[in-house]
């Protein structure tokens, strides 16, 4: 499957937004998604683009073009840009009936997540410092959302989780969908012998 490289491309966008808002007075501000301005739908997608900080760009920068990739080239550059896209827009409007304003593309990219662990369930990646199963992350970061949502911080837990849901019910059609036309997800045979044996043992 030819894919696009829309991760890779949105990565730059978030980088050129975030050097418009060190650059520009005012322009967070005319972008970013509130209460107060909650009918000015621009917003809905515009808030996805903007970053509170250096640290929280280079964060979704890293997962955006990792996990973004992944995906993309799993179900192809379109439905990729659905789940970011979906992902995004609906975590900010829950958002922000929580908190002042809600900016960032960590809903996004927490859908991305969601959809690989529907998708590719046993996959491997490295996460919370350790190798696990992409089913396993996604609880772990499910549970750490619940829990930071009990502990304020600066984090927008409930977008994270609003973003993983939506990404969960995406992958959930996607692989239904998948089903039906005979592209079933099958594993090696073998696989869980040597997970297993690797990283359990």
């Known amino acids: 499957m ?14 050129i937004v975030f050097m418009m808002q060190l650059l520009i007075p005012g322009f967070t501000e005319f972008f970013v998604l509130n209460q107060a301005s909650f009918f000015e739908v621009w917003r809905f997608l515009t808030s996805i683009f903007l970053h509170a900080s250096v640290t929280h760009l280079l964060f979704n920068l ?25 992902s995004g827009i609906i975590a900010n409007l829950i958002a922000v009936n929580f908190y002042a304003s809600s900016l960032g593309a960590s809903g996004a990219i927490y859908g991305i997540l969601g959809c690989l662990a529907v998708i590719r369930p046993l996959m491997m990646i490295w996460a919370f410092g350790f190798p696990m199963p992409m ?11 619940v829990f ?3 502990m304020p911080s600066n984090v927008g837990d ?8 939506v990404g969960f019910i995406i992958g959930l059609i996607l692989r239904e ?9 099958r594993l090696p045979e073998g696989y869980m012998r040597n997970w297993e044996d690797r990283y359990v043992r």
């Open 62 to 86: 890293f997962a955006l073009g990792l996990f973004g990739i992944i995906l993309e080239k799993l179900i192809g550059s379109n439905k990729f840009l659905i789940v970011f896209f979906a």
């Open 135 to 145: 089913f396993i992350a996604a609880i772990l970061w499910v549970g750490a959302g």
């Open 158 to 165: 409930i977008a994270h989780l609003s973003g993983i849901a």
């Open 177 to 185: 969908w998948r089903t039906a036309k005979r592209e079933l997800i």
């Open 148 to 150: 930071g949502i009990f």
């Open 2 to 15: 030819k894919i696009k490289f829309y991760s890779l491309w949105l990565c730059l966008i978030c980088i």
